[in-house]
Every structure is written in structure tokens, then in C-alpha cells.
């Protein structure tokens, strides 16, 4: 179907079209919409059969709830590997928590890639018995697999690695139900794989406000960059801004402390010298 929609001008991926079929998520652009209506055209149906099937908009911008799909759809972006990664789930991708501070430790070995990472995430329930949460994990190229992972605060629920996704779905119980407004610290960490080529950068993507986020890159003295530099894009693809500068510190790392941390995704990026 995706190829006789080409053929009449309308580019829209076979991934976008099962994730419509699904109920994963629906057209809403005006492009998306177009292609609905040539859809019809194709399948010989009546003008408005397949668009009167379609619900409401999803809420966007800053109506939408904290939590909720559309605001991980802004960072995300439509078809993400976030969302494949997910599935159905991804619809209720952690609607009863919201992250308040979060600090990310990457460990980079001799070899330029990373060797291992951890992340202390300190989260607030919205709701009423909130239990679990749900973190999606992306590594550079196939070769970058987990191979040992620690929940230090929590018990680990489930781990799936999906190869073809480079993602890592991990499920981590509170070990008890919140009551609203109630915070619970969650703490992980996964030892990673050589992957094939250095490491360049590592980004946290964030849905909503953080009140801090700390993010420390540790150097291994025999791969230390020339130049390290942190930045910030409004969502994933999106060309980086704000980038400054930071210095390699006494323990051959680097860290960037964020106070009222914007949804967006947060970043460090080095080069190594020739």
C-alpha cells in the first residue's frame, strides 16, 4: 500500500500505515490526512469512510498533561524507536509518574566506547497507586549489547533487549504503591559491549520540566577527548542549540547540572584528536 501511495505522489512509510491499522496512532497533519483521503480513492471506498473512524486529536503543546503520549510524541517525534519498542504501551508510556531529578553517569573505556552507564531517576507519582515505570534504553549499532544489568533501588521486572531497535525496555517496580504525590528513587545500571566505532555523545531525552538533571561523562585516560562541548535539541533529529563548552575535570570528566531542566533532549558530545 505504501508503494501505491507513492506512485500517486504521497510518501508515507509501511511502518506509519501498520501503526495506523493498529491503533497506535492515527493522521492528524494535513499530509497524513491527504493520503487518508487517496487511501479511500485506492480501496474504491465512499469520500469520508476512513476519516470518520478517526477519533480526536491527540492534546499538544502545553495543554497536554504531564506524561501523557502527545508530549513524548513532541520529543520523540511520530514512529520512534521509543514507540516500536513499546507498542501498545507506548500509550500509557508512564502516565502515573513524572520524573523530577534525574543524574546520568556514562563511563567511556580505553577504547573510545562506552564500556557502561548509570542512572539514579527520582520520580513523583500523579496518581494514586503508581507501582512501576517503564525506561527505554538506545545503543550507537548492533554490536553495543547489555550484558549485565543492576537495579540498586527497585526490582527489576523485566529487561528485553531488541536487537533490531538497538534498545534496551526495562520494567522497574517501586516495590510498593505510591499514594499521589508520592516519590520513590528508582537506580540502574548496565554494562555495555564494545560497540564498533568510539563514542561521540550521549543524550537523555526529557517530556517533561526536570527540577535537576546531572549529567557526568567519565573519560578513560588513555581515550581523553580534545574537546567536549554540551547542547540541547527540542526533540530528537532536531539541529542542536545552546552549545557551549565544558572542561575536562581532575578525574578526566566531564558534567552539566541543569536547574528547571525543559522537556527536549539534554546532551554532551566530544572529539577525539587526531
Not at 60 to 75: C, D, K, N, S, V
Not at 88 to 111: P, W
Not at 125 to 133: E, N, P, S, T
Request: hydrophobic fraction near 35%; aromatic fraction near 6%.
Amino acid at each position: 500500500m505504501s508503494e501505491r501511495l507513492k506512485a500517486r505522489g504521497i510518501t508515507i512509510s509501511q511502518a506509519t500505515l501498520s501503526s495506523w491499522q493498529r491503533g497506535r496512532s492515527q493522521p492528524e497533519r494535513a499530509r497524513s490526512l491527504r493520503a487518508v483521503d487517496v487511501l479511500e480513492e485506492i480501496l474504491d471506498l465512499p469520500a469520508g469512510t476512513l476519516r470518520s473512524l478517526l477519533g480526536p486529536r491527540r492534546p499538544r503543546g502545553r495543554t497536554t498533561p504531564p506524561g501523557a503520549e502527545g508530549a513524548a510524541l513532541q520529543i520523540l517525534g511520530e514512529d520512534s524507536v521509543v514507540e516500536k519498542a513499546l507498542g501498545a504501551r507506548f500509550r500509557h508510556f508512564n502516565q502515573e509518574t513524572s520524573s523530577l531529578m534525574v543524574h546520568d553517569i556514562v563511563r567511556i573505556g580505553e577504547s573510545g566506547t562506552m564500556s557502561g552507564f548509570s542512572t539514579t531517576n527520582v520520580l513523583r507519582a500523579g496518581r494514586a497507586g503508581a507501582d512501576r515505570a517503564l525506561f527505554v534504553l538506545s545503543f550507537d549499532d548492533e554490536a553495543a549489547e547489555p550484558v549485565d544489568i543492576r537495579v540498586t533501588c527497585g526490582r527489576l521486572t523485566e529487561a528485553t533487549y531488541l536487537k533490531g531497535l538497538k534498545s534496551l525496555v526495562l520494567e522497574i517496580h517501586f516495590g510498593r504503591k505510591l499514594a499521589k504525590l508520592d516519590t520513590t528513587v528508582v537506580s540502574y545500571a548496565v554494562e555495555v559491549s564494545p560497540s564498533l566505532t568510539p563514542a561521540t555523545h550521549y543524550e537523555r531525552w526529557s517530556r517533561t520540566n526536570l527540577h535537576e538533571y546531572l549529567q557526568q561523562v567519565y573519560f578513560h585516560p588513555g581515550a581523553l577527548p580534545v574537546d567536549c562541548h554540551r547542547y540541547v535539541r527540542e526533540k530528537v533529529g532536531a539541529p542542536p542549540r545552546a552549545q557551549r563548552r565544558i572542561p575536562l575535570g581532575a578525574a578526566h570528566d566531564v558534567h552539566v547540572l541543569t536547574s528547571r531542566c525543559k522537556p527536549g533532549v539534554h546532551g554532551v558530545a566530544w572529539e577525539y584528536g587526531p
